[in-house]
């Protein structure tokens, strides 16, 4: 889709339609809320359904849209894929041969930034091209998404496995505090005895005292936002200022994207909101489900829109 809604990028390419539910973030998958919409007889989400092939019309539009950034002098930010993972282990043809396709587009779209956005790192290393494997295109940013400090220690270290310039997380829906200093990695350097940290610059293993040569630290961006749409859970607004506070000490760009449904604020509009639309956390902190379009966002009455450098 030309000219995205989604604010943290410009365009939205999606190879094929269709994924498999694989943790707590996916509970009220938009997406697949999406599919069901237009193709409720013949969906294409969980293990048994096939993937939706995408025309070669539509395979296209990122030629198109490196001519026009070629032209304007300004690289266009490409997220790939909303209605997809790119990752995803899946034997369908669709995936495997679009998978193949796309990686050759973006080796031809040099004016392109592609968002790859995955909730399987695991599987970066194993489905990119072997040429990648020393390094990603410099066009290429690889994320995943974080919902809790669980998705958080399992996936963050897959992520940094990855030899790209640009690493990003996706923090939405933010479901539970996420602490990145205690996220830790192994140390290649005494055959794996011991750890160092995500975050902090020139770090050395505190068992052999070598400075560590990998690809840590490495996490460039860091995006975050609660959930909407129906059934959505409400983000404690501490969550995302630790997760903000986090990102300026290690001074990693930080975009605040919505609140969700949920807002802490008892503004005009949540008076006289039922019982069945609030929610108090433990400690008192009261919660209202206005829905996205009011909630906004601000946080702490500021915008926080932080982009790695291009």
């Known amino acids: 889709m030309e000219n995205s809604r989604i604010e943290w990028t410009d365009h939205t390419f999606n190879p094929w339609w269709g994924c498999m539910k694989v943790s707590e973030g996916c509970k009220n998958c938009y997406a697949e809320t999406l599919d069901n919409r237009y193709h ?3 969906p294409h989400w969980g293990p048994n359904s096939a993937r939706k092939q995408m025309s070669d019309k539509h395979w296209m539009q990122p030629f198109i849209w490196d001519e026009k950034a070629f032209k304007s002098g300004i690289k266009a930010k490409v997220f790939c894929a909303s209605m ?12 495997v041969y679009g998978r193949r396709r796309l990686f050759n587009i973006i080796e031809n779209t040099p004016n392109l930034i592609w968002q790859l956005l995955t909730k399987r790192p695991e599987n970066i290393m194993k489905f990119i091209p072997l040429h990648w494997a020393s390094s990603l295109p410099n066009n290429v940013w690889i994320g995943t998404s974080v919902e809790n400090q669980d998705a958080a220690e399992n996936r963050i270290p897959e992520l940094l496995n990855v030899p790209a310039r640009v690493r990003f997380l996706s923090c939405e829906p933010l479901l539970g505090p996420v602490d990145l200093s205690a996220i830790w990695v192994k140390c290649h350097n005494c055959d794996g005895s011991a750890s160092v940290p995500v975050e902090g610059g020139g770090v050395s293993c505190p068992v052999c005292l070598t400075p560590y040569q990998g690809t840590v630290p490495g996490i460039n961006w860091v995006i ?12 404690h607004p501490d969550w995302a200022r630790s997760l903000r506070d986090e ?19 008892d503004l005009d509009e949540g008076k006289g909101i039922g019982i ?9 902190k009261l919660m209202y489900n206005l829905g996205n379009k009011k909630t906004g ?3 702490d009455g500021k915008e926080w829109k932080g982009f790695p450098e291009c």
């Open 40 to 42: 409720h007889a013949d």
């Open 84 to 95: 997809a993972d790119v990752f995803e282990d899946n034997d369908d043809l669709v995936v």
């Open 224 to 235: 975050c936002g609660g959930e909407s749409g129906p059934g959505a859970r409400p983000m």
């Open 247 to 265: 990102c300026k000490v290690a001074r990693i760009p930080f975009f605040f994207k919505q609140w969700g449904n949920w807002h802490e604020s």
């Open 276 to 284: 069945e639309r609030r929610h108090l956390f433990p400690g008192g």
């Open 297 to 299: 966002a601000l946080l």
